[in-house]
């Protein structure tokens, strides 16, 4: 029953746990709502972007007039933007949304699904997924926002996903099939290599909602 879901705030230094309030609008969980270090949340809710302060119970609808189904959101590191992918143009591309200005930007433009993107901690690299390679075949991409030039990074044959930046901004970890179960993955900036981080039986992939 999600009517039952409840998120909590722990704080690592006093240990002590704090029940998140959900918002009218929709039921929040570990896959729709991400919340910044300045006690704002934000989350979809019937296709769109929805933001508030922690303790408020509505929030603000910030993508109405932009159509289309947005998901797969991620703060930027200075809690200035969120970043998110919408279906409006009839297929996934990555946007971000300004918080102070309210502006909305499409970050890439390509017929391919481009989507589950995270800007890196000095604002200027975007990773993102995308099957430009292979319909099938999804690889993480690296966008430079200024010159536009792009590098695939994975170029596996296998599924790899929702990148996240480390704090440094010198790796990657990601999400990837390609070896036949999902395992969690960090790519080097500097040297350009993959190391797996996990094997195990069990599914290992889903990077939502971290920051190394």
């Given at each position: ?5 409840n998120?909590?705030?722990f704080?690592l ?12 609008e929709?039921v929040?969980?570990?896959k729709?709502a991400?919340?910044?270090g300045?006690?704002i949340?934000a989350y ?11 303790d408020?119970?509505i ?14 959101l ?7 933007a969120?970043?998110?992918?919408n279906n ?5 591309e990555?946007y971000s ?5 309210h ?9 391919a699904?481009d ?24 690889d ?5 926002l ?11 044959k ?9 704090k ?5 970890v ?8 999902w ?5 080097d ?10 094997n ?13």
């Amino acid at each position: 029953d999600s009517t039952n879901i409840n998120l909590y705030e722990f704080n690592l230094i006093t240990k002590e746990e704090k029940k998140i309030q959900q918002p009218k609008e929709c039921v929040l969980d570990d896959k729709n709502a991400v919340f910044s270090g300045y006690g704002i949340e934000a989350y979809t809710c019937g296709g769109d972007i929805f933001i508030k302060d922690r303790d408020a119970s509505i929030g603000k609808n910030y993508t109405k007039d932009l159509g289309g189904t947005s998901n797969y959101l991620a703060w930027s590191f200075d809690n200035s933007a969120i970043i998110f992918t919408n279906n409006t143009t009839g297929n996934n591309e990555v946007y971000s949304l300004n918080i102070r200005t309210h502006e909305i930007k499409n970050l890439t433009n390509n017929p391919a699904n481009d989507e589950r993107g995270e800007i890196s901690p000095d604002g200027k690299l975007l990773v993102f997924s995308s099957n430009r390679k292979d319909s099938s075949d999804p690889d993480l991409y690296i966008l430079h926002l200024e010159t536009n030039e792009i590098k695939n990074i994975t170029n596996s044959k296998g599924y790899d996903l929702i990148g996240r930046w480390s704090k440094d901004g010198f790796s990657i970890v990601y999400g990837s099939n390609r070896s036949g179960n999902w395992e969690i993955y960090r790519y080097d900036i500097v040297d350009g290599l993959s190391t797996q981080l996990t094997n195990n039986n069990a599914f290992t992939g889903d990077l939502s909602l971290i920051h190394i």
